[in-house]
């Protein structure tokens, strides 16, 4: 029964890793230099060549940064045999968190597969407690956790006998074939017959906006909205749908069932609510009277559990006996079911989950990204390391008051009110006033002296829904970029927050993210300034048969090659990666532009933090077009002129740079234009999907005449600005 419950194991390739790390950083210093010392006389391009220095520096800078994660990365094994064997039935009860905020944006059908995947983990059901916290306060959504709770009687004995893998029923049942056993087939046939009945009538019940009156009657907590109240003006609700401490809450072949509750945090328009940050809060709190895990798991509502084990496989951290006590969270990547075969929109996260996450293992731990995560509660609440601090993985609420009681009791540790005049949001539990609480309250824990580990099993723990079209991916990466940053401007910046409590590589690593933003401003010179030196034979690289020129191609061609090769180990295709070039591109050039403006804006008090849920349904156009990997456009939106108007410049730039050296000779190709040429003609080609939406397709999610319309003004303008 000895040994450990994990093992760790270095990444391979190392060495060789470092010698092409160090010789691209002297290619970068080689580049700067060339820069510093040959600054054109005054009026020739002057301007334009220190910016050039200035994109280059930062690029460099930016870099190094990125180098932190990619030194030395770990892997993770554990063996659950072995915690099974030590452990038998004296393993933690665990509770577990899903997050909703709307019905209409994220569909209760959708959010109900995510619960019953939770509810179904291969761990003891008396030790499982599910919580659903609903911040629109919306009867739809009680009413089809109501309805979950009846379904789950079926669907859990069904996981059970035959083993089943994923256990969201919508992800199974879209994913498998009907079994051949005539037994198994009646009984499967059964079971998703219960199943398309329960989503119908939510589907239905959300259509209509209305629960049928004769539902009403079966349960008590419909009575919650007969007082009336809005998504933004409503008292707080708890219901225990089904008492896991309860005798007679069993399934249908008499075992006993999960604890399964729904809560809505009191609403009121004079109180700030503190989006997600405090919806964990009140939940952490409410489950406290309920059942008091000493593990608490949360996970957004959108990514249900792809792998029963996951719970068993983060026990395994927290409970090794060697390092177990230094562990407050342990991370599970964020993976995606509906990724196209080339990932036209480059929203697979393959380089942060197999390369960044695992790097950051390294130095202490990766961030906490807020969803797919297993948490001691101790450390959420505030606790600090202490080497000598021994766990009671036993507590727990075992006995349980009246219902009745426990609910008013849950309630009011969810008003308002409650967190007034106290540490809650900056001490204890998650930290507010930031859109990424997550991450600044992952850093808070590593700053407390804890450690965290990343887990990246090969059967991906949890899977969600990924945006599929080109707007919602510049929202998502706009709302983390602008989040990162706003953390990197404030007092929780890592190489401040973190200095002297977390390593330098640590701080570093953290700040990859929180320096997204600010890669917008010199990717945006880099895509203008030399294209337009180009079409006025403006000379902004070293000469063809210059020695200087080396430096400039090896540090271009090996980055892009080490890029392709981690993409290709990662799991994506050539052409993958040439998608994730461009929407690097297009992220760059929009999601971390407004991230930049709207964090100057808050700082000069001009806007307040805002939040948007990311819509998770689309219309069937826009869902064949991006199975067919078509980019989606569809709307005119200042992002999109943005993205047209580079691309045109570009191309304008590179037709007239090439007519202009054809016709003077080929003397000023070889000075100093040729890598212009080629930036641009590289510009040109990534951006074919673009020119195609705008001059060559027919479809709905073409770009609109107007933005092409707009983007030829800019180009114009553009032109005659007196740059050079």
Not at 686 to 691: A, D, V
Request: charged share 20%; hydrophobic share 40%.
């Amino acid at each position: 029964m000895g040994g450990r419950l994990f093992a760790t194991e270095k990444a391979g390739g190392r060495a060789l890793y470092k010698l092409h790390a160090v010789t691209v950083l002297a290619g970068i210093c080689l580049v700067l230099w060339y820069r510093a010392t040959h600054v054109p006389a005054a009026g020739a391009g002057r301007a334009a060549w220190v910016g050039m220095l200035a994109a280059e520096l930062w690029f460099g800078f930016y870099w190094v940064i990125t180098q932190s994660v990619r030194w030395c990365p770990i892997r993770r094994r554990t063996f659950k045999d072995r915690l099974a064997a030590r452990y038998g039935d004296r393993l933690p009860s665990v509770d577990i968190f899903v997050c909703t905020a709307d019905p209409h944006s994220e569909p209760p059908s959708l959010v109900m597969a995510t619960v019953l995947s939770l509810m179904a983990y291969n761990y003891p059901p008396e030790k499982l407690n599910v919580y659903l916290s609903d911040d629109g306060g919306s009867i739809l959504t009680f009413y089809a956790l109501w309805e979950t709770s009846a379904f789950a009687k079926h669907w859990l004995p069904f996981c059970r006998r035959y083993n089943i893998e994923p256990r969201s029923p919508a992800a199974y049942f879209a994913g498998s074939d009907k079994p051949d056993d005539p037994r198994t087939l009646e009984e499967w046939s059964f079971v998703k017959d219960l199943y398309e009945g329960m989503t119908e009538r939510i589907d239905s019940a959300v259509r209509s906006a209305k629960v049928p009156e004769e539902m009403k009657v079966n349960h008590k907590g419909f009575s919650e909205w007969n007082t009336g109240g809005t998504s933004k003006d409503h008292q707080p609700v708890v219901q225990i749908l089904i008492d896991g401490k309860d005798k007679g809450a069993l399934d249908s072949e008499g075992n006993v069932l999960p604890t399964l509750v729904y809560m809505a945090r009191e609403k009121r328009p004079q109180y700030h609510h503190n989006f997600k940050a405090g919806a964990m809060n009140a939940l952490i709190r409410v489950s406290s009277v309920i059942s008091k895990s000493p593990i608490i798991m949360n996970v957004d509502c959108d990514m249900y559990s792809n792998n029963s084990d996951s719970i068993t496989e983060a026990l395994c951290f927290f409970l090794d006996e060697e390092m177990g006590h230094k562990i407050a969270f342990v991370q599970y990547p964020q993976n995606y079911n509906n990724m196209t075969k080339n990932n036209i929109y480059g929203n697979s996260l393959n380089a942060i989950n197999q390369v960044e996450l695992a790097g950051l293992d390294t130095w202490g731990g990766p961030l906490y990204i807020g969803t797919g995560c297993f948490h001691r509660r101790e450390t959420l609440c505030g606790r600090s390391f202490n080497k000598d601090y021994k766990e009671d993985w036993d507590q727990g609420i075992k006995t349980q008051q009246p219902i009745d009681q426990t609910e008013e009791k849950a309630k009011s540790l969810a008003t308002c009110t409650y967190e007034n005049n106290t540490q809650w949001g900056s001490e204890i539990g998650l930290k507010y006033g930031c859109p990424v609480e997550d991450v600044i309250t992952g850093l808070a824990i590593h700053c407390r002296g804890w450690k965290s580990v990343y887990n990246n099993p090969p059967r991906a723990a949890f899977v969600g829904v990924a945006p599929t079209t080109i707007s919602q991916t510049i929202l998502q990466q706009k709302r983390w970029s602008e989040g990162n940053l706003s953390i990197f401007l404030s007092k929780y910046c890592p190489f401040v927050f973190g200095h002297g409590k977390i390593r330098l590589p640590h701080q570093m690593g953290y700040c990859i993210y929180g320096l997204w933003a600010p890669n917008s401003l010199p990717t945006l010179y880099y895509v203008l300034i030399p294209s337009l030196g180009l079409l006025k034979g403006t000379p902004l690289f070293p000469e063809i048969m210059s020695p200087w020129i080396t430096p400039f191609i090896y540090v271009s061609v090996v980055k892009n090659i080490y890029s392709l090769y981690e993409a290709l180990t990662s799991g994506d295709t050539l052409r993958g990666w040439w998608n994730g070039q461009r929407m690097w591109l297009v992220k760059r050039i929009t999601s971390y532009l407004y991230a930049v403006i709207d964090n100057i804006r808050k700082l000069l008090g001009l806007s307040k933090m805002g939040f948007v849920v990311s819509p998770k349904v689309g219309n069937e156009d826009e869902s064949k077009r991006y199975e067919q990997e078509i980019m989606e456009f569809g709307t005119s939106s200042p992002e999109y002129v943005i993205i047209a108007t580079i691309a045109l410049l570009n191309l304008v730039c590179l037709v007239g740079g090439l007519g202009q050296i054809l016709t003077s000779g080929q003397n000023m190709l070889w000075n100093g234009l040729l890598l212009q040429v080629v930036l641009c003609g590289l510009l040109v080609t990534i951006n074919i999907p673009i020119y195609e939406a705008m001059f060559l397709r027919k479809d709905k999610g073409r770009i609109p005449f107007s933005v092409t319309l707009a983007s030829v003004g800019f180009v114009m303008m553009a032109l005659f600005v007196p740059i050079f």
